[in-house]
């Protein structure tokens, strides 16, 4: 059986998974877009405390002017989109490392 956190795993999907967790960056912007989709500002704010070129790097690959706009449940969901979108980007860019 092989462990979660093995690198060395044979579910390529998983290998993909555990490499864009293992870099700190990837996941802080993950989790930003998570707490943005939840409407959690201090989660968000937190995040970018930590990491502050979070926001610079999203809005180099995604619209995020559009999301900020929104309100309620529309806003949740375009971030939840975001999210997406921004797995999908670095899926197949560390599925090419």
Not at 75 to 80: D, I, K, L, P
Request: aromatic content about 8%; proline content about 4%.
């Amino acid at each position: 059986m092989t462990h979660l956190h093995d690198p060395n795993t044979a579910d390529p999907y998983m290998r993909v998974f555990l490499r864009i967790l293992g870099v700190g960056e990837t996941r802080r912007e993950l989790l930003w877009l998570r707490a943005k989709s939840k409407e959690d500002e201090h989660e968000a704010r937190s995040l970018l405390e930590t990491d502050p070129g979070i926001r610079e790097r999203l809005a180099a690959l995604h619209d995020l002017e559009a999301p900020e706009a929104l309100f309620g449940r529309a806003r949740r969901e375009a971030f939840a989109a975001l999210w997406d979108a921004h797995y999908v980007c670095l899926e197949r860019r560390f599925a090419e490392a």
